[in-house]
């Protein structure tokens, strides 16, 4: 396993793996939509669109530039600004962003947890730009952003992972202006590499053995194989009872030898019940 952690250590930096890589999800959502609606800017300072030609035209694109940018979730690099061609089309995106002090980092993560939501993005971009973005040019925003938070979710698993580690964590969130916990399920792969990575990270909500099942399916559709041990961590990961062993040792673990781990699989399970 990577560095040598053994399984204690990996179940204490299990909120740590979690919160990085919310906070890269996170990051990942700001840059999708300050890239999105200052791109909608520029439509409106040139009166058209990417390669449109209209009588009311007012200039031309040249490219784009890039430059970083320091949120709450962490440093966003690389963020493109694009410029036209005579010079003039100027900004406040950045300076609303910053007085909207985590604002954007909330509803980003709000979305990421419970889906995108055009009345969410038409809020973010009403506060961030000057100009009126209209219902198309916020489809469009919601539209970048789903296409974002979708492939980090939707990624196929392409390596196998002998070692899938599952657990739950629960964190502090400002939820509808209150601060409330919020229990999110997790599942860590140790590839054939040697190599950990956070498969999936999903908010328990409704009924937690519900929540399981479907984490665990969607591994599965996702190419999850490979798997020869299966740790929980969380105790009520595995009150799935016979159906999570069939998934695991059948549609998950596929040829690899039963008889070889199903007795050690099958401890670990009953001592986490």
Avoid at 1 to 21: Q, Y
Avoid at 87 to 97: A, K, Q
Avoid at 133 to 138: C, E, T, W
Wanted: charged share 30%.
């Amino acid at each position: 396993m990577e560095g040598g952690m053994d399984r204690e250590g990996l179940k204490l930096s299990f909120p740590r793996l979690t919160k990085e890589e919310i906070s890269r999800r996170i990051r990942e959502g700001v840059k999708a939509v300050i890239e999105q609606v200052l791109e909608e800017e520029m439509t409106e300072h040139l009166a058209a669109g990417y390669r449109e030609r209209t009588p009311s035209r007012r200039g031309e694109r040249n490219g784009y530039y890039t430059r970083d940018l320091i949120t709450p979730a962490g440093r966003i690099a690389q963020l493109r600004v694009p410029r036209d061609r005579e010079g003039t089309f100027l900004t406040e995106v950045f300076e609303r962003y910053k007085r909207m002090t985590g604002e954007v980092e909330e509803a980003v993560l709000e979305m990421y947890l419970q889906g995108v939501s055009t009345r969410k993005v038409a809020a973010i971009t009403e506060g961030l730009s000057r100009v009126r973005i209209g219902k198309d040019a916020v489809s469009r925003v919601a539209q970048r952003l789903e296409e974002e938070l979708s492939a980090w979710r939707g990624r196929p698993l392409e390596l196998a992972y002998p070692y899938l580690y599952l657990d739950a964590a629960y964190f502090k969130v400002n939820w509808g202006g209150r601060v409330v916990d919020l229990a999110l399920l997790m599942a860590v792969g140790v590839n054939e590499e040697g190599y950990r990575e956070v498969l999936v990270v999903e908010p328990a909500g409704g009924e937690r053995k519900e929540a399981w099942r479907n984490l665990l399916k969607g591994l599965v559709e996702r190419g999850l194989r490979g798997v020869r041990l299966v740790i929980p961590f969380y105790a009520n990961a595995f009150v799935l009872g016979h159906q999570w062993k069939r998934v695991c040792r059948l549609r998950v673990s596929g040829s690899w030898a039963r008889t070889r781990h199903r007795s050690a699989t099958t401890s670990i399970i009953s001592s986490r019940s």
